[in-house]
């Protein structure tokens, strides 16, 4: 006789399973739409607003300037000298390709704008040249 153990099943069945449990002790937790992103995406977009509140004098001053400048330089072009509207805009420094102008030929006024920040105008005055009109 061998007293060798064998190494695998004797009776040829495999056993059973085990049965999960009935009740089981956490609830099933489905999965997340955002996968953890969005207490990040807050966090960038407050952020973002705290930059925007902090830095928009600056960007309202500048575009101030900006539609000022493109006003008197678009005046200036039109009027003395006798140039287009389209081909004044060409004489603008680089960065200054959201100031659009537009023109009242009725009172030779060029006009420079920042969409939803800024607009100024100039007014042709015959021998003094153009003239930035104030504020309101």
């Known amino acids: 006789m061998n007293n060798i153990n064998p190494t695998g ?3 040829g069945v495999t056993p059973a399973p085990a049965p999960p ?9 489905k999965p997340s739409r955002w996968g953890g992103c969005l207490p990040w995406a807050i ?21 101030e300037l900006g539609s000022a400048y493109a006003a ?10 006798g140039r287009s509207l389209e081909s004044c805009q060409s004489d603008f420094e680089p960065g200054m390709e959201m100031i659009s102008l537009s023109e009242d ?3 030779k006024t060029i006009t420079g704008s920042v969409p939803l920040l800024a607009s100024r105008s ?5 021998a003094s040249g153009c003239l930035l009109r104030p504020e309101n």
Do not use: E, H
């Open 122 to 126: 100039a007014r042709y005055a015959g």
């Open 9 to 11: 099943p004797t009776t």
């Open 72 to 81: 008197r330089v678009g005046c200036s072009c039109r009027y003395v000298q």
């Open 43 to 63: 966090g960038l977009a407050v952020l973002l607003a705290i930059f925007t509140i902090w830095k928009f004098p600056s960007f309202k001053a500048q575009a």
């Open 105 to 107: 030929p009725a009172t």
């Open 21 to 29: 449990p009935a009740n089981p002790p956490y609830p099933a937790k």
